[in-house]
């Protein structure tokens, strides 16, 4: 039902930023929360980000060691959800996913499995 496209990524130097988008199609996107999660290389994949349904209060939530560096939006008129990610660090290293969770609220979507839909994902690597 859901089709998410992620794109953004790319080579960044340490301290640089990058704005990730997440392009979605086939729903109704103010319906769902929305979520970033990262899988370095030899690593799970783990939460970043998320941001309620619109409807839901559009709240946001984020993982401790991204807190004050990245910010995750939502444009319900482009039905894109974006990932700021300022004053990278080569922790931050990985591919990328967004995913969509229906009537998601934030502090509710830091686990995968209550995401429905995927993206394909974009890499992010950051350099020293």
């Known amino acids: 039902q859901v089709q998410l496209v992620e794109s953004g990524g790319g080579l960044v130097q340490a301290g640089g930023s990058l704005r990730l988008s997440c392009a979605a199609s086939?729903?109704?996107?103010?319906?769902?929360?929305m979520g970033w999660f990262r899988q370095a290389p030899g690593k799970e994949r783990e939460f970043v980000a998320a941001?309620?349904?619109?409807?839901?209060?559009?709240?946001?939530y984020y993982v401790d060691s991204v807190k004050g560096r990245f910010t995750i939006s939502r444009d319900n008129v482009k039905n894109t959800v974006y990932l700021q990610m300022n004053s990278l660090k080569t922790e931050d290293t990985a591919v990328y996913y967004c995913?969509?969770?229906?009537?998601?609220?934030?502090?509710?979507?830091?686990?995968?499995?209550?995401?429905?839909?995927w993206g394909q994902g974009t890499q992010v690597t950051v350099s020293s």
């Open positions: 086939g729903g109704t996107f103010s319906r769902y929360g």
């Open positions: 941001v309620a349904w619109t409807g839901g209060g559009g709240s946001t």
């Open positions: 995913a969509a969770a229906e009537y998601g609220l934030a502090y509710r979507l830091t686990n995968s499995n209550r995401f429905s839909y």
